[in-house]
């Protein structure tokens, strides 16, 4: 008899997580986050930084751009959506209105 290959579930805790900023919120449960990487040039030896725009699920709506968050991998929520929101890490201070 032929035994059934299952691939084996992923847990929670092992997939990818990174920690950006926020730098776009007008779309309806969805954020845009920036994040950053530090890596040394392979040729020239220089230490570089680099970006990547990562679009993410917030079902709540809870981060506002500017702020610091953490996201974590997930399975394909729409054709660019891969990420998903776990937690605000920093808010992103707030300026206070200027009185007359």
Do not use: C
């Amino acid at each position: 008899m032929a035994e059934a290959t299952t691939t084996p579930n992923i847990p929670r805790s092992d997939r990818k997580e990174r920690v950006g900023e926020v730098i776009a919120n007008k779309m309806a449960k969805t954020i845009v986050v920036r994040v950053e990487r530090r890596f040394q040039h392979p040729k020239y030896k220089k230490v570089v930084t680099g970006y990547k725009k990562l679009y993410a699920h917030d079902e709540k709506g809870e981060a506002k751009v500017g702020d610091q968050v953490r996201i974590q991998e997930t399975r394909p929520i729409s054709k660019t959506k891969r990420w998903r929101l776990m937690a605000v890490v920093d808010r992103a201070v707030e300026a206070a209105p200027i009185a007359a």
